[in-house]
């Protein structure tokens, strides 16, 4: 099998490494903006790299692996439907619900297959806290809480396309927080802060942000998430039931200190990016992909999920400017609007 990798940027990169050295992956053809850059990864993986967008379809590809900064998602995907081709890309689809629409009825005329990529689907925490909500362990379900932490902010340039704190980096909780529980959201309370560095008021964005969420079956969820951790990166879930309370991503590497005098010790090796802590999750997705092209399991993650998860991202921005509670179906776009 060939695989065409568009963007070789940071994510990129981590996947053009896991499908060179994947078996049932003959070969990579891989391009970026910056030709030098998609040059420079295939001369490290011995793969080939073109100089556009043009070439991944004329020299042939079985499918098409798109980590370009996210403006550019939606149309690639289109232009990957119309070619037939099966399609894993990065979350999200695009900045705003119009050109998610219409990458995903791109997707559905051409009958192909869009992957995304929320690989917290493929951790093994998050699949263990999924797994024990469905056998009753918990009991009834009364209260999560959730947060993304990053240790330090992305590069300035890598701010201004991403579509601010919700769209970017909370989008990932949204999602796992709905494929964990099995639960729709009915509502959110979003606040947001740019006090701190001045390069997120430059980007239009905020540095902080947390959410108050209700699930359809009335459990409550908090979710914050930072972009400038000092202790290092912390991704954690806690949900709590009438039984019993877990915790995913509490290990060793968890960057926080205990003030109790029996507490555990401060972690050694607290985890330092999405790219080290989530790298088995990166890989196994990928992987899954490779089985989905070989028509071997269903998609684990279409694109009407990650739709779902851009409505919550949608409903908490304007949450945050009008100061009110908002319901997901109240964004423009839903599911009548667009497969109706
Ligand atoms: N799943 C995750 O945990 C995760 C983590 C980080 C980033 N992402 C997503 O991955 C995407 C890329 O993020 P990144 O951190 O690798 O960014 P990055 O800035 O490191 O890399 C993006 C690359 O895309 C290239 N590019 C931009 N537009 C292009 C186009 N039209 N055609 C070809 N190449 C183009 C740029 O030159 C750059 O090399 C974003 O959509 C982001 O949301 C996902």
Same mark, same amino acid.
């Given at each position: ?30 391009? +970026? /903006?910056? @030709?030098?850059? $998609?040059?420079? #990864? *295939?001369?490290?993986? %011995? ?102 932490? +990053? /240790?330090? @902010?992305?590069? $300035?340039?890598? #701010? *201004?396309?991403?579509? %601010? ?102 972690? +050694? ?72």
């Amino acid at each position: 099998m060939r695989i065409g990798v568009i963007g070789t940027g940071r994510i990129g990169t981590i996947h053009a490494h896991t499908l060179s050295r994947h078996r049932d992956v003959g070969s990579l053809i891989l391009t +970026d /903006a910056d @030709p030098a850059r $998609a040059q420079a #990864l *295939a001369h490290r993986l %011995g793969e080939t790299a073109a100089p556009g967008v043009d070439e991944i379809y004329t020299w042939g590809v079985d499918a098409v692996v798109i980590t370009t900064a996210t403006p550019a998602h939606a149309e690639l995907i289109g232009r990957a439907a119309r070619a037939g081709l099966p399609v894993f890309c990065e979350k999200p689809i695009a900045l705003d619900l119009a050109g998610t629409l219409q990458a995903i009825a791109e997707v559905e005329t051409a009958g192909t297959v869009l992957q995304m990529g929320f690989q917290r689907r493929f951790d093994a925490g998050y699949t263990g806290a999924r797994e024990a909500v469905r056998s009753g362990r918990l009991g009834r379900l009364h209260t999560v809480r959730a947060m993304t932490s +990053d /240790a330090e @902010p992305p590069p $300035a340039g890598y #701010l *201004a396309q991403s579509g %601010g704190l919700f769209r970017d980096t909370l989008i990932h909780d949204f999602d796992i927080l709905r494929w964990v529980t099995g639960r729709e959201i009915t509502d959110v309370c979003a606040a947001g802060s740019d006090a701190g560095p001045a390069v997120f008021r430059e980007a239009g964005d905020v540095g902080t942000g947390a959410v108050l969420l209700t699930l359809d079956d009335g459990t409550l969820a908090a979710v914050t998430a930072t972009r400038m951790n000092g202790a290092g990166y912390d991704v954690r879930m806690e949900l709590a039931g009438e039984r019993d309370q877990i915790v995913v991503g509490l290990d060793d590497r968890t960057p926080i200190a205990s003030t109790e005098p029996t507490g555990p010790p401060a972690a +050694d090796k607290p985890w330092t990016g999405f790219l080290e802590r989530f790298a088995p999750a990166y890989e196994a997705e990928l992987v899954a992909f490779v089985e989905v092209v070989r028509g071997e399991r269903p998609n684990p993650c279409d694109g009407r999920e990650a739709l779902q998860a851009l409505r919550i991202a949608e409903a908490c921005e304007l949450s945050r400017r009008e100061r009110r509670a908002v319901r997901p179906a109240e964004i423009p776009g839903g599911q009548e609007a667009a497969f109706g």
